[in-house]
């Protein structure tokens, strides 16, 4: 299991209070709605941290790994959201 020290500089807000039951689990309820995996953090004063994780395909996983395509990929977005398109015929490529 990969260990990672990180710092949190996001502020938190009490969502519930919860029960541990005699397996030592806790149902998060709708709190994790649409996500299958998470990851854990826990700090030296015994608070826990719960990350929601998505999984992204290998195959796709380049873009995340490469700046500069993902940059061209959310300026892209951000101009089709914005109605910045533009139509292109193919035959011209």
């Known amino acids: 299991m990969l260990k990672s020290n990180i710092h949190?500089?996001?502020d938190f807000a009490e969502v519930s209070t919860k029960s541990v039951?005699?397996?030592q689990r806790v149902s998060l309820g709708d709190e994790l709605k649409g996500f299958k995996r998470v990851q854990l953090?826990?700090?030296?004063s015994g608070e826990i941290l719960i990350r929601p994780?998505?999984?992204v395909p290998a195959s796709e996983a380049w873009l995340?790994?490469?700046k500069k395509a993902s940059t061209?990929?959310?300026k892209g977005l951000e101009e089709?959201?914005?109605g910045k398109v533009s139509?292109?015929?193919?035959?011209?490529?």
């Open 8 to 10: 949190i500089s996001d």
């Open 21 to 23: 039951d005699e397996r």
């Open 41 to 44: 953090f826990k700090n030296r």
């Open 53 to 55: 994780l998505v999984e």
């Open 64 to 66: 995340y790994k490469n």
């Open 72 to 74: 061209s990929v959310k």
């Open 80 to 82: 089709a959201a914005a």
């Open 87 to 93: 139509k292109l015929n193919l035959k011209d490529l």
